[in-house]
């Protein structure tokens, strides 16, 4: 092939994809950007992060009202609930808007793109088609639906349509405890929902520290009806109502809802790339397969987000996307780590998660040690009345961190020191330095990193050393 129209095409317009498409474009590259929607955004913007943390504020806020004695027409305020999400979502459409991309000079085409050859992209079935020299796909994920009897014919919902819904359900069934599950679980039951929880393994948060699951499962019980190894087996409808059959351990029975939502995991967006067309190679699951320079088993193919299968966070995609872009456009070797991805799980209280859990050291042979402070310990959070959760570092015996973990109200903030900690190679002890003003919710952070001293210090050769010193130095 002669000239090329572009030096790289992105298909997705997501995270990953925008990221992608943005840092090419200021560099100078040529850049195309398909994205099957009529605006960018990706999932995040219009069926994940952004509405659902709108719709947490506005849960968590009408909570606190409750608990003070406020009696609110639960069904009007779903709606101004509903509109303040559509509102979130159009103020931040306006950084991904498909114009504001065209005036970087990427030229952004609304359809589905898939391969004719590895440098060659079908956009709407062959309707236009344009070459390039590098491809970077960022089509992200969907929800995985299961083939129960009846689901389908009785209606569903998930992440992606749970925002339309135009009445409050009095009564949902969620299906699924992972994050995406428990953050929309409580969510609706501080709405006014009746929730109950189905999760087909013995935990919920399952890639959380044991610890963390403790404590999330005893607070979020308060508020939901949890049931562990147990999953959904049919669905009918009587009299517009639907009555699930469920399995819990050995015992089936049955349960009256309203509505079911699904949150059983996530899928690949893969289908319509015709990624056999060229020999790009995927998993057993559909994710595309990736080397750590992001790229495909074909090198001028590179995947980033969801769609590779890593971590399906956004803050992931866009660093992948970042690396994506030096490796395509400059040719750079350049590869990503995973070792220290943060994650927040955005339910009351939040959860943060960096790094190595203890079960993980132990499966995978760490010599390790824990230091572990609970919120009851640190002044600012018993001043607010907010003393559920606690911290918890995994160290190597030099103190470099191998896992950093919490739950408590705002986790998903005050442990931000430590992703820094890590990522400029500090270690625990670096962490007990830090002045925090008084009283601090990152007090929670140092006083776990003091521990780490108070062991050294108090322990061991050094406190007869430094007795020795002491009566020496005069």
């Known amino acids: 092939m002669g000239k090329f129209d572009y030096d790289l095409i992105v298909i997705g317009g997501g995270s990953g994809g925008l990221t992608v498409a943005a ?13 099957k929607e009529a605006q960018p955004g990706g999932d995040c913007l219009h069926f994940g992060c952004v509405p659902s943390k709108t719709l947490i504020e506005e849960a968590n806020k009408l909570h606190q009202a409750v608990s003070l004695g406020y009696r609110p027409d639960y069904a009007q305020h779903y709606k101004r609930v509903q509109q303040r999400v559509k509102d979130v979502i159009g103020t931040i459409q306006h950084h991904d808007d498909a114009d504001r991309f065209r005036k970087m000079g990427v030229d952004v085409f609304q359809g589905i793109g898939s391969f004719i050859s590895k440098n060659e992209i079908s956009i709407n079935n062959g309707k236009k088609v344009i070459s390039g020299k590098r491809v970077v796909l960022a089509t992200g994920s969907r929800p995985f639906i299961p083939n129960i009897p009846g689901l389908k014919e009785s209606g569903y919902l998930t992440n992606k349509t749970i925002f339309d819904i135009e009445e409050l359900p009095a009564s949902l069934l969620v299906i699924g405890a992972g994050p995406i599950g428990i953050e929309l679980a409580q969510a609706f039951s501080r709405l006014g929902s009746t929730i109950t929880v189905l999760q087909k393994s013995e935990n919920i948060l399952m890639k959380e520290d044991k610890d963390i699951i403790h404590v999330a499962e005893k607070r979020l019980s308060e508020e939901l009806q949890i049931h562990k190894e147990a999953q959904l087996l049919e669905v009918t409808i009587k009299e517009g109502i639907k009555i ?27 289908d319509h790339l015709a990624l056999d067309r060229i020999g790009i190679e995927t998993d057993e699951k559909g994710y595309i397969k990736v080397n750590q320079q992001l790229q495909t088993s074909i090198p001028t ?3 980033v987000g969801d769609v590779n299968g890593s971590y399906p966070f956004t803050h992931v995609a866009g660093m992948e996307g970042k690396l994506a872009v030096q490796n395509a456009v400059l040719g750079l070797r350049r590869k990503v780590n995973y070792s220290h991805i943060p994650w927040v799980t955005y339910s009351s209280p939040e959860i943060f998660h960096m790094g190595l859990t203890e079960q993980e050291a132990i499966k995978n042979g760490i010599r390790y040690k824990i230091y572990k402070v609970e919120l009851s310990e640190v002044d600012r959070f018993v001043t607010a009345n907010s003393t559920t ?15 950093a973990h919490a739950i408590g109200k705002g986790a998903g903030d005050w442990m931000q020191e430590v992703v820094a900690a890590v990522q ?36 061991g050769k050094i406190p007869k050393l430094m007795k020795k010193y002491i009566n020496w130095f005069r």
């Open 23 to 35: 840092g090419a474009a200021s560099l100078g590259a040529k850049v195309a950007l398909i994205e």
């Open 301 to 303: 193919v590179y995947a």
């Open 424 to 459: 400029f190679g500090k270690r625990i002890g670096d962490l007990s330095m830090v002045v925090h003003p008084y009283p601090n919710h990152a007090a929670a952070v140092q006083r776990t990193a003091d521990l780490y001293w108070r062991e050294k210090l108090f322990e």
């Open 244 to 270: 699930a059959t469920v399995q819990v351990g050995e015992e089936k029975w049955t349960i009256q809802t309203d509505a079911i939502l699904l949150a059983a995991g996530r899928v690949p967006n893969t």
């Open 389 to 403: 959760g606690f911290v918890k570092m995994v160290t190597d015996k030099k103190g470099t961190i191998l896992g």
